[in-house]
């Protein structure tokens, strides 16, 4: 190893030069705010730079599905782009007209500086002709000049709270106008629909709350589990797939949006789901357990459970539910069978029946028709 000669001076000043430069970034700069405030054009940054500071938008959703061959791709149709984006209609206020986001803001100094960090407001500063700054704010709360003169008449501008007087079909009308199709498609009719939710029960675009997807908690996990406290409970039993930990999330097997299958799975089937990340267990096999084939739902509880794997129940009883006739009878649990009996059972000690039939779920060796191989 060679050895450099090592200056305990040099490092000293480093470190004094670092403490000098961290205290002059934390003094309060007269305008700042205001240049945060300002209209992006103003601050000196190109509409490429700021293009490059916007969050990735493609969140993937379908990747895995669009990947697998088993699976028809799905056209993610791309959102109404920032430069055509009309003001949208206020069914409560028809005779209103646009103001221009420089009015709002004069009254919304705190909401314009949380949001001059968004996806969308940010966008808009940066758009082309039809929006640029001015639709910044109508371009989803609607014309604002009936609520520019009276304020606290609820209803005159659109809000996107369940007690701001806007009916939840016309706020979600709005961001649909961008987003329908793609991962929306069966928005309308879905159940969170049916349920009176609105875009902004999950989603926030005033902040940038979460790294991707302008969502209202700092995580998809936290979203979903905002209202489904009891399924957020199971992920805490013994047995869970790693989304505690921070490695999977709710909607890698459902769209919160809407889907063809119950429960708004994003695949047709639950195997199928399953398949997108099990795939060893796709097969195909030679010798197939019909009740895996049929559901992986059969044995395994996803959200979580107290047995091991995932299990709905503990082995022996789990194959007990459907053989109970089998050439070795499986009316096992008798006092002298058990551990501590007389003569205990191989067949419920230990692995129990998976100490024979290992291949539980199909097996691909000749002689494993009863998965023993
Ligand atoms: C004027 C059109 C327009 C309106 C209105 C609009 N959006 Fe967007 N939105 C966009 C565009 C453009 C993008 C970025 C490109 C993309 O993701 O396709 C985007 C991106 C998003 C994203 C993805 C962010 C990411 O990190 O990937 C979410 C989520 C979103 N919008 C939600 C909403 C919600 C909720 C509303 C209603 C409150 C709304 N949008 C209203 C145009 C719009
Ligand atoms: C003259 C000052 C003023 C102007 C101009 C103004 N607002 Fe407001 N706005 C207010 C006040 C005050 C409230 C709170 C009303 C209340 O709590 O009853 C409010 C509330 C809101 C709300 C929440 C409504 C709710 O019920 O949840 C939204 C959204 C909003 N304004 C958007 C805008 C937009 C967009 C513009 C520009 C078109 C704008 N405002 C212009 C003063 C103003
Ligand atoms: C992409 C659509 C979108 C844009 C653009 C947008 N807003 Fe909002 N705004 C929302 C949504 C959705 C909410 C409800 C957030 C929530 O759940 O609290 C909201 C809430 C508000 C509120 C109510 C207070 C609050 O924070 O909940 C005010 C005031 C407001 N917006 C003002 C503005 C102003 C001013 C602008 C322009 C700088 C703007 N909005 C741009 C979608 C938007
Ligand atoms: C029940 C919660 C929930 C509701 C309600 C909801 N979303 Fe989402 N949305 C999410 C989550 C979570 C993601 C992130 C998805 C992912 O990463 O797979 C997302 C992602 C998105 C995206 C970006 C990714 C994509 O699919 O293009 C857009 C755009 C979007 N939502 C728009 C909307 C609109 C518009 C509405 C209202 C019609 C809405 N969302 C209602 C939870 C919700
Ligand atoms: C604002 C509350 C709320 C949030 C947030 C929410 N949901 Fe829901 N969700 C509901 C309601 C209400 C129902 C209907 C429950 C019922 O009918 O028993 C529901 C039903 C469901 C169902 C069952 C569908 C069916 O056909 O039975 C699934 C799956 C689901 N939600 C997933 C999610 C996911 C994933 C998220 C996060 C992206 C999420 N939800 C966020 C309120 C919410
Ligand atoms: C590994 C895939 C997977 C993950 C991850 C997952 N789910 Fe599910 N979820 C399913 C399947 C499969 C069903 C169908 C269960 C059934 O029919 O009994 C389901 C059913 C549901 C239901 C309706 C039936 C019930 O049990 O109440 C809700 C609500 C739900 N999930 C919410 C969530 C939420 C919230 C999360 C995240 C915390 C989540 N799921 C994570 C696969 C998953
Ligand atoms: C998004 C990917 C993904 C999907 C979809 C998925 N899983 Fe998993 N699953 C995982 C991961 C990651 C693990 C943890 C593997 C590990 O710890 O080695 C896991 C583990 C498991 C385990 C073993 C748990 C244990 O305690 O050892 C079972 C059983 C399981 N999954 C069943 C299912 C079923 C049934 C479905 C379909 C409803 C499904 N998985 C869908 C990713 C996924
Ligand atoms: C007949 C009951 C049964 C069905 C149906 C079933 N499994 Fe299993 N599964 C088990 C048992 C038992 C274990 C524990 C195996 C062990 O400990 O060796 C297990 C373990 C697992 C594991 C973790 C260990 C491993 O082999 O990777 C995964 C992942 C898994 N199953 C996925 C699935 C999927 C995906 C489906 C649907 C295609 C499915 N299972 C259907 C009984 C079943
Ligand atoms: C949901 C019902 C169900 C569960 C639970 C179940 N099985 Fe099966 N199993 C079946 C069916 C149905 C067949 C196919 C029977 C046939 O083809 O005659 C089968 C076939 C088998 C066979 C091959 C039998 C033959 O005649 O070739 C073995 C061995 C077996 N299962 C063992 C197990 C074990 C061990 C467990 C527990 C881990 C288990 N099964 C759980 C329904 C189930
Ligand atoms: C000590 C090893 C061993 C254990 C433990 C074991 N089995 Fe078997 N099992 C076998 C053998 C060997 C066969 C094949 C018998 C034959 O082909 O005649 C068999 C056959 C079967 C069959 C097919 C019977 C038929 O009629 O063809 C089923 C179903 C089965 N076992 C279920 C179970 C269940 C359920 C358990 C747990 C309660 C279990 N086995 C535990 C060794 C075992």
């Known amino acids: 190893m060679r050895v450099f000669p090592f200056r305990p001076g040099t490092l000293l000043c480093a470190a004094r030069l670092c403490v000098a430069i961290g205290l002059l970034a934390a003094l309060p700069m007269p305008g700042v705010l205001a240049q945060q405030a300002a209209p992006a054009g103003s601050s000196g940054l190109s509409q490429g730079d700021i293009a490059r500071m916007l969050p990735a938008t493609d969140m993937g959703a379908n990747d895995a599905r669009n990947r ?55 966008s808009f500063r ?13 371009t989803c709360h609607g014309p604002g000049s009936l609520h520019a003169k009276n304020p606290a008449a609820k209803g005159t501008i659109i809000a996107f709270t369940h007690d701001g007087g806007t ?23 879905s159940v969170h629909e049916n349920r009176g939710l609105s875009c902004s029960d999950c989603h926030n675009p005033m902040a940038r709350l979460s790294p991707e997807g302008v969502l209202a908690k ?13 399924i957020r409970a199971k992920f805490n039993r013994r047995s869970h797939m790693p989304l505690p930990e921070g490695q999977m999330a709710c909607t890698d097997c459902h769209n919160p949006h809407g889907t063809i299958t119950k429960p708004l799975l994003k695949t047709d089937t639950v195997n199928e789901t399953c398949y997108a ?74 692995r129990g029946c998976l100490t024979c039939h290992t291949n539980i779920h199909g097996s691909n060796n000749p002689s494993g028709p009863k998965f023993h191989k």
């Open 126 to 138: 940066v758009g082309a002709a039809h929006s640029g700054p001015q639709a910044a704010c109508e």
């Open 68 to 122: 697998d061959p088993h699976l028809r791709p799905v056209s993610d149709s791309p959102a109404t782009p920032f430069d055509a984006a009309p003001i949208p209609k206020n069914p409560l206020a028809p005779d209103a007209d646009a103001v221009g986001a420089k009015t709002c803001i004069a009254c919304h100094a705190l909401e314009n500086v949380q949001a001059s960090h968004s996806l969308h407001v940010a």
């Open 167 to 189: 009916p939840v079909q016309a706020q979600t009308q709005v961001c649909l106008g961008c987003h329908a199709g793609g991962a929306r498609q069966h928005w309308l009719g």
């Open 218 to 230: 700092p995580s998809i996990n936290e979203v979903c589990s905002s209202c489904h406290q009891d």
């Open 277 to 350: 990340c099990h795939a060893e267990k796709r097969g195909p096999f030679l010798f197939e357990h019909a009740p895996v084939r049929q559901n992986c739902l059969n044995c395994h509880d996803v959200h979580g459970s107290n047995q091991q794997t995932l299990l709905v129940a503990p082995i022996p009883m789990l194959c007990q539910q459907c053989h109970t006739m089998t050439q070795h009878p499986n009316d096992l649990q008798s006092a002298a069978g058990l551990g501590n009996g007389v003569s205990p059972d191989e067949r419920i000690m230990g």
